[in-house]
């Protein structure tokens, strides 16, 4: 993913000089950021550590950000709205209700588990502060499905919020267990997986739809386009 602040050369319009080179050291700031935050941990990252990574000098960090807090929350900015627009691209070819909760459940899952970084990035979010950054985004891509599984299913009689509580509590335990699989990790099982486990939360049938790899898995791989 390339994400939408950092990538340069998706800009329009002509550019200064020092235009250029402001958004070329934010790019690198970024995805110096991104790599080391990946591999230690948000709180084990120094500015210092970002703009030896980077190749810049640390003042220049200052130019583009208040702190390595503000880098990191420009970094899932992007991932949160990448993720979003993929998901307003998805059309699934069908207009039954079952089988329309089922596609956009599995594209969400899939979108995920198919770039495994930004997923690390969106759980560390979660655990660095309240509010929990993917279980808000997992509200966003299926919250309207996980309502209708419950309207249609067995747990109608709970309170919703305590169903999205325990249900997203098992997802994302879920999640970190198959990205610890690393590069094994396969994103269309992993999806087809959580599908099956959320609809049996719900009491419903699973049955994936044929048209699963056809209709969606191009729309979630513009993730891990250069």
Known sequence: MTGRSNNIEALEGPLNGY??????????????????FIEQGVTNVSIDAITRTAGVAKGSFYNHFDSREALF??????IVADLM????????PTQDPLELGLCRTWFAYYD???????????????????????TGVLRQ???DEMLGGIALGELSHLDPAVVHAAYFGMLLSTAGYLLGQGD???AQQGANQLTELTFAIFGLPYHPPNHYPESV?????DATSP
Do not use: F, W
Request: hydrophobic residues 35%; charged residues 30%.
């Open 19 to 36: 235009q250029r080179r402001r958004l070329e050291t934010r790019h690198q700031l970024m995805t110096a950021g991104r790599r080391l």
């Open 73 to 78: 929350d420009a970094l899932v900015g992007d």
């Open 85 to 92: 627009e993929r998901r307003s691209r998805y059309d699934p």
């Open 112 to 134: 995920l588990l198919s770039n495994p970084e930004a997923c690390h990035l969106l759980l560390q979010a979660g655990s660095q502060r309240k509010g929990d950054v993917i």
């Open 141 to 143: 891509t299926i919250g």
């Open 184 to 186: 094994q990790l396969d």
């Open 217 to 221: 898995v191009h729309i979630a791989d």
